[in-house]
Nanobody
């Protein structure tokens, strides 16, 4: 069973920094592009940033100044470093993997469009 498990959310004050982690668990062979999205109450889910398997990054408009996405392929983990947080950053942050190749008994299989359960980030004084 392949899953994405996020961690690192919490309640922080405005101006604080936070690092989110998302780890793929299971018998992983390789992972394609990964990304972070967020969904605030009453709003649509929006892209924060993506990162390819080779490290190429892409940020949604306005995100690059304060957010940094990175990954550790050896740990099957993607990170999101967030700085100078404001109440407008309050949301559930979700991790996505576009493709995960995993071991299925005697052969490799590809799975697509995996999502984590989300981690809550609340920015409030």
């Amino acid at each position: 069973q392949v899953q994405l498990v996020e961690s690192g959310g919490g309640l922080v004050q405005p101006g604080a920094s936070l690092v989110l982690s998302c780890t793929a668990t299971g018998k992983i062979h390789s992972i394609g592009a990964m990304g972070w999205y967020r969904q605030a109450p009453g709003k649509q889910r929006e892209l924060v940033a993506t990162i390819g398997s080779g490290g190429r990054t892409n940020y949604a408009r306005g995100m690059k100044a304060r957010f940094t996405i990175s990954r550790d392929n050896a740990k099957n983990t993607v990170y999101l470093r967030m700085s100078t947080l404001t109440p407008e950053d309050t949301a559930v942050y979700l991790c996505n993997a576009g493709r995960i190749t995993y071991y299925n008994v005697t052969h490799l299989r590809d799975g697509h469009d995996y999502w984590g359960q989300g981690t809550q980030v609340t920015v409030s004084s």
